[in-house]
């Protein structure tokens, strides 16, 4: 099978996904690529919706990640560079795992700016659902703090600018290092 690849942006609220996956998105070098930002994935469920860093949230988060993972996989087979942006930790890896043993080329890049800038940074976004309050970003910040075998996909974005991040991001897809296996 020959698709196009996927490049999951993964990382605490504050970090930049979004705003670096839009720029991959929109620069990348295929003729066809999506920015598939995954809390629209979540604002989709209009009753019964659990706030998603809530431990009883878990069975609504695997239903969405699969599902969101379900349509970057028909994309990538469609010839679309697949740029995903959402907080997919480890602990959420299981149906992209099984992309790649499917045959998809599936790289796995987590932003991680200090803590410190994590939290200032979600502050100042704006916009609805926007993700702001210091102690659920600390505390999701913290997740992403020791992610063991996964510690060498981790880009320092604190003092980077969006630019600066979406040329280090780059580096590392192309030098192969961000594969997931």
């Known amino acids: 099978m020959k698709s196009a690849p996927i490049v999951i942006i ?8 979004s705003s670096v996956a839009r720029r991959l998105a929109e620069n990348s070098a295929y003729e066809r ?3 598939m930002h995954t809390d629209d994935f ?3 469920v209009r009753k019964g919706y659990i706030s998603t860093w809530l431990p009883e949230a878990r069975e609504q988060n695997v239903v969405i990640l ?3 993972t379900a349509s970057a996989t028909r994309y990538a087979l469609g ?6 942006d959402g907080i997919i930790g480890p602990w959420f ?9 499917d045959g998809f080329d599936v790289r796995f890049v987590i932003l991680r700016p200090n803590e410190q800038t994590t939290v200032a940074r979600a502050a100042e976004r ?19 703090a020791n992610l063991g075998r996964y510690e060498s996909h981790v880009i320092d974005t604190t003092t980077q600018n969006i630019d600066e991040s979406v ?3 780059k580096k590392s897809i192309d030098d192969e290092a961000m594969r997931l296996s």
């Open 93 to 101: 890896l299981d149906p992209w795992i099984k992309a790649v043993q």
């Open 167 to 169: 040329t280090a991001i």
């Open 42 to 44: 979540y604002q989709y």
């Open 66 to 68: 699969e599902a969101f």
């Open 126 to 144: 704006q916009g609805p659902g926007a993700l702001v309050n210091a102690e659920v970003v600390g505390k999701m910040w913290n997740y992403f």
């Open 33 to 35: 690529a999506i920015h």
């Open 10 to 17: 993964s990382g605490p609220p504050g970090s930049g996904k």
């Open 79 to 84: 010839g679309y560079e697949v740029i995903v």
